[in-house]
């Protein structure tokens, strides 16, 4: 404060701010207060000295009938620098002739200080009816302070403020819930932003005050959350932490800003003695990510806790439904089953996730940290199911963005990708991303999941957008860096040594068609061939990079992929497509004779053999080669809870010989007997297939939480095309879905198709069916358009 006397209060509380916050651009230690937390108490304690001093000659005194409360920063101790104060004038209502004086000597001064207010003038019932209103109102005076005045009123306030809120919070959660999201979807994440708003997006400040707000009404357990032994660590320490951010922000902005830009971090991070931006990035990071684990245990606990009306008791008892193996749902969370065992179930992680992506729920607390203690590393290269585990989660899109936050909360996905070390909450060295490394690559694979039904190969093209950016953080080219890395990843992962070439090319490769259509002109038959030798002829790659390049810019940030680039980009991929020249259709291999013979002993025959992966079988039927006959065989496996992952159909001498690689839902296969027996049902018609699968479809979905609608995982629009001028092959892709090879074969077989052979691949999500096609009539083009739009639209239906 300077040393010069002065009479005029706003000039002393402008001088006294002024020298406790310093002048912008002063080094850490040349700072008058340069611990942040101290910062905020000492203006805290400013301002209340001011305050208590102006309403005293305001005539706010004790017994006067009126009292100053402070609500906001002040309230909670949180002056900053740049802060607004909150103010809260309460009368008794029997001097209305004095109000309006003494609210104007209260609030002038600190106008004249060039501090920004927001203030207000009540009685108790004025200020309890405006809380019951307004739930911004409501919340703020749950944080109320005496400052000074008449203490009995100021008590009187904060006591049945908070009682008529914990009578009011139940019916009010749905309120805030909508509250706090409308905010979220203004302010985005903190945990992966690369300009965050610390204050207002999820996992951000004002979410810690959400969630003292629900303990204060009983809804949650503000405590265990905060505890140090809390996921992720302590919920204090999380706030404090950020609060240090703010105040910082703060001071280097000069102003009251709580976006945190990146040209404004070095020097936070200075003053926090973090080093530099990337460490103040993964702090940030770090806590947010806190903070959003505690807030979505509390705001689950708090539906919980709220009855809902219209349901009897036996509706209220949580019940068990199978999601996966080992797997259940149980109060509207994934839990893990009675019998299994984390210890000696590697592949459970990935299961568990995967379950979650696709039901739409949160996995349960308590099974993420039984998980973390106890799910083993996977030693080696990982089993076929782990790896289609991975696929499926990955082909769910935006939905496996909640479980494997949960994951790498937990430390689980570290284990299953240590790559992920180095690009975890790493910050982008351009403006142009708006998401840290990590977020920008589950974000890309979100993107990538929709297009999964555009290329051939869509496990390679989830893999490629999920590894496309893991160089980064190690410095020189992350495009070199990270195919070395894939090379790794992809003979982890258990991939065909072509199929690891591939993934490190997709990831070499990944920027090689947007760098192509801005720098040369795609119309350019020269272009073309440049493309098609940087791929080295593969039409595989060609397309995956294709649709990369349209997940890699729409993961960037808006206004980044545009209907331009777009347009270019499909282009420059069609011309070269064309270079390129495609393979034939490879048919399946021929039965042998001792085969045959055993497979024809009957009308009809199952086998189900294991096969060397966990979770797998061999499923092969036999039965007279008759229309229809391919739908039933697989429709009698989706009414038996069987996933078919991959199937090889023939005929052989009159009859229908399928072999079918099948995943249990949960639990064991059934016996062959009874599908043997379900399929001679669905000959005779004793089993109607169709009306069974139609059912399992109408089911309805679970509820994520008592009062939520869970996510969806994405669904890729279906793509059907003839492989050739003629309606002798025709391929689907489609997000797989029970009985939809069943389906398929039924459209086909309807259409008048005869299917010779068929070779049916799952592969992340998305099947890849070609089916041999012979016709008892000819087939026109327009009925050959026709046949593959009922396909397409039968796709979307299942």
Known sequence: MSAEASTNPSTDLARARAALIGGPGLAPDKRPVPDAAALRRALGDLFELWLSGAAREAGVTPGSGFALLAVGGLARGEMLPYSDLDLVLLHDGDQADRVGTIADKLWYPVWDANVGLDHSVRTVPEALRVAGDDLSAALGLLDARHIAGDEDLSDLLIGEIRQQWRKDAPHRLPQLIEHAQQRWARAGEVAHRSEPDVKN???????????????????????RLAADDAPGGGLGTAYRRLLDVRTELHRV??????????????????????????????????????IGFALDVGLRTAQGAVPRRGRSMRSLLPMRRPLDEGVVEHGGEVVLARDAIPSHDPGLVLRVANAAARAGLPISTSTLHRLADYAPEIRGTWPAPILDSLLDLLATGPAMLGPVEALDRMGLWGRLFPEWDFVRDLPPRDAVHAWTVDRHLLEAVAHAAPLTTRVSRPDLLLLGALVHDIGKGRGGDHSEIGA????????????????????????????????????????????????????????????????????????????VWSDWKEMLTRKLVASTANLIAGEDVAEPQPLSDEEVARFTADDVVVEITPTDQEHRFEVTMSAPDTTGVLAKMAGVLAISDLRVLRATVRSVEGAAINTFIVAPFYGDPPAAGLLRQRMKGALSGSVDVAARLAEMRSAPEPKATPDGVPGQATLAPPIVQWLHDDVSTLEVRASDRPGLLSTVSSVLERAGASIRWAAVTTMGGTVVDTFALSWENPVDERRRRLIAQQVALACARA
């Open 201 to 223: 997006g999820r996992g951000g400040l004002r979410d810690v005050q959400l969630l003292n707000a629900l303990a204060l009404a009983h809804l949650t357990d503000g405590l």
């Open 253 to 290: 902005a000069g102003r009251g800003r709580e976006q945190l830009r990146a040209q404004d971090a070095d020097e936070i991070a200075a003053a926090l003695h973090l080093g530099d931006r990337f460490a103040l990035s993964r702090l940030i990071s770090d806590e947010a990510r806190t």
């Open 484 to 559: 070395r890395m894939a090379r790794v990843i992809g003979n982890r992962l258990g991939l065909w040594p072509e199929d690891v070439d591939t993934l490190a090319d997709v990831v070499t490769h990944h920027l090689l068609l947007a760098k192509t259509i801005a720098r040369r002109d795609v119309d350019d038959p020269a272009t073309a061939e440049f493309v098609a030798e940087k791929v080295g002829g593969s039409a595989v790659l060609l397309e995956v990079l294709g649709a990369l390049a349209e997940a890699d810019a729409k993961a960037t940030g808006p206004g």
